[in-house]
């Protein structure tokens, strides 16, 4: 698992320097919408019925206010709409990354 070297906001994306040298770019809205909360995704049960979630919306103007690092494996980003509950896995982000 890589970690973050560097965290910057810059403009309207979240810019990440990883440890291997490779650097990440995250709108903020589409960093919003991907959100692994269970407020965005729901939860499941054991077994495998998800329950709740209002699901990847659009989030027009978000922004991101700030973040904490959450032990050595996620990042929880406070966002201008109020939601801050999502864990960013470290995984996750080089996941979403690569999708973009």
Known sequence: ???PVTIQLIGQEVAIIWD???ESYFLFEKLRAASPSASN???GDILGNRYGGDGPRH???VTVLGWD???NYALRFDFSDGH???LY???YLRALAALA
Request: glycine fraction near 24%.
């Open 69 to 71: 690092r959450v032990g």
């Open 1 to 3: 698992m890589h970690a």
């Open 20 to 22: 291997d040298g490779q």
């Open 59 to 61: 989030f027009p103007g």
């Open 41 to 43: 995704l729901g939860e």
């Open 89 to 91: 896995s470290f995984d």
């Open 84 to 86: 801050r509950t999502g």
